[in-house]
Each structure stands twice: as structure tokens, then as C-alpha cells.
């Protein structure tokens, strides 16, 4: 079973920085969507980042110049750069990725990672 593996999450004092990884446990034959969202106490999960698989990327606007998404291919891992944190940005962070599986049958897949909690507090 495919799944991902989050990191990086954890305390940080507002204007900190946090690197988030989402770490996948098999290879793919091709990513169709990737992103990352948030889900903070009594809100509805939002999206944070999110690339589709022609390559446009999309930030929320709360977020927008602080936080960059990239994913490097030979490591299978997926991060979100988080810069001048702000206390709004406490939340649950889960990562996601579309994907069609290798071998002889190609199936769609939407993988979720298990979240991690990201507080931002002085």
C-alpha cells in the first residue's frame, strides 16, 4: 500500500521558518497533482499549495511570498518551505498527491499524508 510519510512540522516562534517533507513509499508512473493543505480547529481543510500536473502552481493568498512547494523526483519527496510564520498559519498540515501507478494495470490514486501540526506561538 502507497504511502506518504510527512515531516518537519513542530513549534516555532512567529517569523520562524519550517521546512515540511512528504516523503512517498513507492515510485509512480506519472503525478497528475500535487499540493499541500491545512486544517486548523473548527475550519474546513483548505489548500495551501498546489501544482497540477502541467506544472501551474497555485498559493492561497494568505501565503503567498512566504511559502514555496517543490518536489525532487530522486528522493521521492515533496516539501513545503514555510517562511516568516505567522500565528494564522497554526494548523494540521496534510500533503497530497494524484497519481497514476506503475506496473501492467495503471490505476488513479489520491494519496493523502497521515497530517502534521504546525503551531506557530511566542
Known amino acids: 500500500q502507497v504511502q506518504l510519510a510527512e515531516s518537519g512540522g513542530g513549534l516555532v516562534q512567529p517569523g520562524g521558518s519550517l521546512r515540511l517533507s512528504c516523503a512517498a513509499s513507492?515510485?509512480?508512473?506519472?503525478?497528475?497533482?500535487m499540493g499541500w493543505y491545512r486544517q486548523s480547529p473548527g475550519k474546513e481543510r483548505e489548500p495551501v499549495a498546489t501544482?497540477?500536473?502541467?506544472?501551474?502552481?497555485t498559493y492561497a493568498d494568505s501565503v503567498k511570498d512566504r511559502f514555496i512547494i517543490s518536489r525532487n523526483d530522486a528522493e521521492n519527496t515533496m516539501y513545503l518551505q514555510m517562511n516568516n510564520l505567522k500565528v494564522d498559519d497554526t494548523a494540521v498540515y496534510y500533503c497530497?498527491?494524484?497519481?497514476?501507478?506503475?506496473?501492467?494495470?495503471?490505476?488513479?490514486?489520491?494519496?493523502w499524508g497521515q497530517g502534521i501540526q504546525v503551531t506557530v506561538s511566542s
Open positions: 497530497h498527491l494524484g497519481v497514476v501507478t506503475t506496473g501492467p494495470t495503471h490505476r488513479s490514486l489520491e494519496l
Open positions: 513507492d515510485r509512480f508512473f506519472a503525478i497528475y497533482a
Open positions: 501544482v497540477t500536473g502541467g506544472g501551474k502552481t
